[in-house]
């Protein structure tokens, strides 16, 4: 069984020009039961496979992650503290297990 399930983003698009409307996308998605605490990871890429930005999550278990305040968001920011391009960005949730990585890809539109 999968995982990592019922992945979804939002907003998507997603408008990061500190307006405060959409100035966030959320990554919502339900991690199935683990035997121990294991890393989360969410790394975003632009269209040339350029790592843009890492998202950590340490010590999750189970649970459905972005319906809470603690959620996996990503402010269009790169990891040099720079805004983001408008254009399209691909996502990559990674989380290690047992029996090796799970991982869960998908796309992002930014737009100014």
Same mark, same amino acid.
């Given at each position: 069984?999968?995982?990592?399930?019922?992945?979804? @983003?939002?907003?998507?698009?997603? @408008?990061?020009?500190?307006?405060?409307?959409?100035?966030?996308?959320?990554?919502?998605?339900?991690?199935?039961?683990?035997?121990?605490?294991?890393?989360?990871? +969410?790394?975003?890429?632009?269209? /040339?496979?350029?790592? +843009?930005?890492?998202? /950590?999550?340490?010590?999750?278990?189970?649970?459905?992650?972005?319906? /809470?305040?603690?959620?996996?968001?990503?402010?269009?920011?790169?990891?040099?503290?720079?805004?983001?391009?408008?254009?399209? *960005?691909? *996502?990559?949730?990674?989380?290690?297990?047992?029996?090796?990585?799970?991982?869960?890809?998908? @796309?992002?539109?930014?737009? *100014?």
């Amino acid at each position: 069984a999968e995982l990592i399930s019922a992945v979804s @983003t939002a907003p998507n698009p997603f @408008t990061p020009n500190r307006d405060g409307i959409n100035d966030e996308v959320a990554f919502r998605f339900q991690i199935q039961e683990l035997s121990a605490p294991r890393a989360l990871e +969410v790394t975003l890429y632009d269209l /040339s496979g350029r790592v +843009v930005r890492r998202l /950590s999550s340490q010590d999750v278990v189970r649970g459905v992650f972005g319906e /809470s305040a603690g959620a996996l968001a990503w402010d269009g920011m790169d990891d040099g503290g720079s805004l983001v391009p408008a254009g399209m *960005y691909v *996502y990559r949730i990674s989380l290690e297990t047992d029996s090796g990585k799970e991982e869960r890809l998908g @796309t992002l539109a930014v737009a *100014y």
